[in-house]
């Protein structure tokens, strides 16, 4: 599954470095303690293979937490760009039949939710909240690990489903043809709306390497 490889880089390296911003540095420990706290405010009646909860966020650190805690939770993730209009916001939440979002408070401000939506702010999750208790798999090779909606430029959004079997694949090959290791460090630029960011992040952490992440205002700044 595609946490596993990111809980396996835990296990063997504890003290490298897996995230890198301008503001902080997470070891792949604290990283994983803040996926524990976040999964734990995640509803088991929710936190079930092939549901989608949405992941509404500025680029970030948060975003990665993010999107760990939900497939340990054990569901699957549907990014959401922070400036998405309102209105197709609402409709790819109405698509994903989504009923709760981790996002941050300043995002959460900007937007008209439904009135089944649920809002998770990550920012007000305090790390204290992490477990230790053991690790259950809850899903299954074939269940979904996310689903990305197309632009809608030629008509209704379509959500692309991928699922753990063949995103993980993809990422090991990746890393088997150019040599990836924990010595490695990439810069994220991708949206985690865009398919791309999904190496960003997994592909970096399954080798135990380290992702280093611009701020979100210069991500698109080539110098």
């Not at 008209?112 to 299954?140: F, G």
């Not at 960003?200 to 080798?207: H, Q, R, S």
């Amino acid at each position: 599954l595609l946490h596993e490889l990111f809980a396996r880089q835990v296990e063997q390296r504890p003290e490298n470095t897996a995230i890198i911003t301008l503001d902080i540095t997470l070891t792949y420990r604290k990283t994983n303690q803040w996926v524990l706290a976040v999964s734990n405010h995640l509803p088991p009646s929710i936190a079930c293979p092939n549901s989608l909860i949405a992941v509404v966020m500025e680029k970030g650190w948060e975003q990665i937490i993010a999107v760990l805690a939900i497939l340990k939770s054990g569901a699957a993730y549907l990014p959401i760009d922070p400036s998405t209009p309102n209105q197709r916001l609402q409709e790819l939440i109405q698509l994903g039949e989504v009923t709760t979002v981790l996002t941050q408070s300043t995002i959460e401000k900007s937007f008209d939710w439904p009135e089944h939506i649920s809002c998770i702010n990550i920012d007000r999750i305090n790390l204290s909240d992490h477990e230790t208790s053991s690790y259950e798999r809850k899903q299954q090779l074939d269940d979904l690990a996310y689903v990305i909606f197309t632009s809608g430029s030629t008509g209704t959004p379509k959500g692309v489903k991928i699922t753990h079997r063949a995103v993980v694949n993809t990422i090991l090959d990746i890393n088997e043809r150019f040599e990836i290791t924990c010595q490695d460090k990439l810069l994220a630029l991708s949206s985690l709306s865009f398919d791309l960011s999904v190496y960003d992040i997994f592909g970096v952490l399954a080798a135990g390497a380290t992702i280093v992440l611009p701020e979100a205002a210069e991500s698109k700044n080539p110098r």
